[in-house]
């Protein structure tokens, strides 16, 4: 075969694959066997390693993955990919379509109702029918290149077909099927892995893999739902550019409702809602969008977001069950929590079997008794929750439920002696080495947010405890791969082993672990009082243990101990310390280092030859009357609005400077950073008498160029 034969051969067979790829995700309606599709593929595989030379980078055979990247490189939208307004109510959605009349000065607006789908943005650029790019949202201005794991998924066309316009910019979404993240979960949790909370991280997670051969074995999924730039081709509303891009090969987002008038818009929601659970993605909203470009321009954008299109977010999803019994969880600081046994119902698209009831107050407040029909929630990620009883239903035999009666005074999981604290209504397992306690405090130190070790999920670590190869969580380090190889996840009878290679990936993740710097070790050790964010401050104010078992900062600020919360923030602004390290959380680290259990930790990491180093060290000098040190330690900032930079970063900014940084305001807060359009948050501060600065004021504050705090009321 020439060169030339072999070049239009691959051609017409890669065109071909392309055709049949489409017609079984698009058309679900093949024309060919699979077997016939492998021989198709085997054939141009076959003839590209031939002629490597010759084949196309968008071949599809190369959908498989090539070689790990080393990292993304970010690219700049070229029309930023900006957010979307969300609507709570159906009184919202009301206002919103009486803004579009008004605005466009006409009664009836022509507008799509389509399922939002909750995956990942992203923007595929064709360029004379190729795929160049494929690249995150990111910030909305920048995104990351994924161009290596977007060509794994089936669904997005390598080529457009004939007649592909010069420059073409889709947008839509990458998503996990439902079926395809519940397949992936029970996989992850027999391998041991922790399940991902829902397809949308998931999804997330996979285009964050370096190695697109990873990302092939996770069956992604795409549909496009609007476009950024695109040159040579004209197109007047989304109806022509969806009919467009759907001739050229790419999948719309659908169902998609047209609707002319509120009452439309409204009909179209409420049948979404129905129909939304049988999509093959999660969704939690409608997206409503105005038709007709010219009009889309009329009504232009904000900074933020399009004022054309909204998102309605459909309420949390509650359904009734009948609660069968009580089970009592213990966790890592021995904390015994009930947990409502159901009987099976599905909400928002997953089966629910159990639900939180918090502890005995809110059972009591609640009056829950076993037998009863009970209202659960489940919004997103939440934990589903009991939310109230049906008491109509109440069977004569209901019972009422004691926990510490149903457990007998005693441990479920250790028979250890349990107590009440004063003032808390939670019951504890006191004793300290509670297997179960054990083991979900390894599941804390191995967790994503402290030492990231993979392969430690709950399974494994219950089975590490149960077998007596972990006593206390640092056991894990010492333990060989043979020995975790072996270990037994299932019974006697039905032994089910761990095996090499999960092994070896725990053993591996876990040297790596030792070099973890110090807020995670922190994080991770679960000290009382001690969460993510106080763990980083108090990485910040000290270098390593040593510092901080022996940190005279510390001392000095539990002596602080005055109950009074609200005066924290200004005890410790000479500190420049943010109020994530109060008292009580200085009293919580050093009483454990002064405790024997802190000695014995200590002298175990430096067996082990762990030394945890602070990643983000820079105490602040006291801030001293004109002192020149930053004006924002110790305070706290809440942002609103839009400002130059991203809001993350921004809040790195202060946070550097020894402020905090705060979600909503209220009289606590020292500075509301306002940029372009804060709405209610401005309002409020104004109400509260708040500073508002905006960002030259910001910029100033953290030069240390104001020295005082806004005067008090
Ligand atoms: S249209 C520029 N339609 O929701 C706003 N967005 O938009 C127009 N999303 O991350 C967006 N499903 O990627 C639109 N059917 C849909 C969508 C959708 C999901 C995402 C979008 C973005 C966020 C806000």
């Known amino acids: 075969m020439t060169p030339e034969e072999a070049l239009a051969e691959m051609s017409r067979l890669a065109a071909e694959i392309e055709r049949h790829n489409r017609l079984y995700y698009e058309e679900a309606d093949p024309e060919i066997a699979d077997a016939e599709y492998d021989r198709l593929f085997r054939t141009l595989e076959e003839l590209e390693s031939g002629f490597p030379d010759l084949a196309r980078p968008n071949s599809p055979t190369r959908r498989v993955g090539g070689a790990p990247l080393k990292g993304f490189v970010q690219r700049a939208h070229p029309v930023p990919m900006l957010s979307i307004d969300d ?3 159906e009184g919202e959605l009301a206002d919103f379509y009486a803004r579009l009349q008004r605005g466009l000065g006409r009664a009836e607006v022509a507008v799509t109702v389509e399922p939002k789908i909750d995956g990942v943005a992203v923007a595929l650029h064709y360029r004379d029918g190729e795929l160049e790019w494929a690249v995150t949202r990111g910030d909305g201005a920048v995104g990351d290149v994924i161009t290596e794991n977007v060509r794994t998924i089936r669904r997005v066309p390598l080529r457009l077909a004939e ?36 397809p949308r991280n998931a999804a997330a997670g996979t285009l964050k893999l370096l190695d697109s051969r990873e990302v092939a074995r996770r069956p992604l999924d795409f549909l496009a739902h609007g476009h950024g730039l695109i040159e040579g081709l004209v197109a007047a509303s989304s109806d022509e550019l969806a009919g467009e891009l759907a001739r050229l090969g790419l999948p719309w987002n659908g169902p998609v409702w047209r609707a002319g008038s509120f009452e439309e818009v409204l009909a179209a929601v409420r049948e979404l809602d129905v129909m939304r659970h049988s999509l093959p993605y999660e969704t939690d909203g409608a997206v409503v969008k105005v038709v007709d470009f010219a009009a889309r321009e009329a009504l232009g954008t904000t900074a933020r977001a399009p004022r054309w299109a909204a998102a309605f977010k459909y309420p949390p999803e509650q359904q009734e069950t009948v609660l069968r019994g009580i089970t009592v969880q213990v966790g890592r600081t021995g904390t015994l929590t009930p947990v409502a046994e159901l009987d099976p119902v599905l909400v928002s698209g997953s089966t629910v079997r159990r639900a939180t009831l918090h502890n005995q107050d809110e059972i009591d407040r609640q009056d829950v008794r076993i037998g009863d029909t009970v209202v659960i929630e489940k919004a997103g990620e939440i934990i589903p929750a009991v939310v109230r009883v049906v008491l109509e239903k109440r069977p004569a035999d209901a019972v009422r439920y004691d926990l510490h009666e149903a457990i007998g005074g005693r441990c479920p999981a250790c028979g250890g002696e349990v107590a009440r604290e004063a003032g808390f209504v939670a019951w504890k397992c006191r004793n300290p080495s509670c297997p179960a306690k054990t083991a979900n405090r390894l599941r804390q ?15 494994v670590a219950e089975k590490l405890v149960e077998r007596g190869l972990v006593a206390d969580p640092l056991d894990l380090f010492s333990i060989e791969a043979d020995t975790l190889a072996v270990l037994n996840l299932g019974t006697e009878t039905e032994p089910r082993v761990l095996g090499a290679k999960n092994a070896a990936k725990i053993v591996e993740t876990a040297a790596r672990a030792r070099e973890m ?39 000095e600020l539990r002596t602080f101990a005055t109950g009074q919360r609200k005066e924290d923030s200004e005890l410790l602004a000479p500190y420049g310390i943010a109020s994530e390290v109060g008292p009580a959380v200085a009293a919580s680290v050093t009483e454990f280092f002064e405790s024997d259990v802190g000695a014995v930790l200590r002298e175990r990491l430096r067996a082990l030859g762990v030394d945890p180093q602070s990643a983000n060290y820079a105490p602040l000098a006291p801030v001293d009357a004109g002192g020149g040190s930053s004006g924002a330690a110790g305070r706290t900032f809440v942002i609103t609005g839009t400002l130059s930079a991203p809001r993350e970063d921004i809040k790195e900014r202060i946070e550097a400077a020894g402020g905090k940084v705060s979600g909503s305001v209220s009289k606590k807060t020292d500075y509301l950073v306002a940029g372009e359009g804060g709405g209610s948050k401005l309002e409020k501060a104004n109400s509260l008498g708040v500073a508002v600065i905006d960002e030259a004021g910001l910029a100033e504050l953290l030069s240390g160029d104001i020295d005082s705090a806004p005067e008090e009321e």
């Open 87 to 89: 609507l709570f109510s």
């Open 163 to 198: 007649g592909a316009p010069s420059l073409l910019e889709v947008r839509g979404e990458i998503f996990l099927p439902k079926e395809t993240f519940a397949r992936l979960n029970r996989a992850r949790d027999e391998a041991g892995l922790p399940a991902f909370k829902n």
């Open 445 to 459: 130190l191995v967790g994503r947010k402290a030492l990231d070790i993979e392969g430690v999920g709950s399974i």
């Open 517 to 555: 710097p110090l807020h995670r070790w922190l994080f991770g050790l679960g000290f009382p009082q001690v969460g993510e964010s106080a763990a980083k401050e108090l990485a910040r104010l000290h270098r390593n243990l040593d510092e901080l078992a022996d940190s005279a900062l510390l001392r």
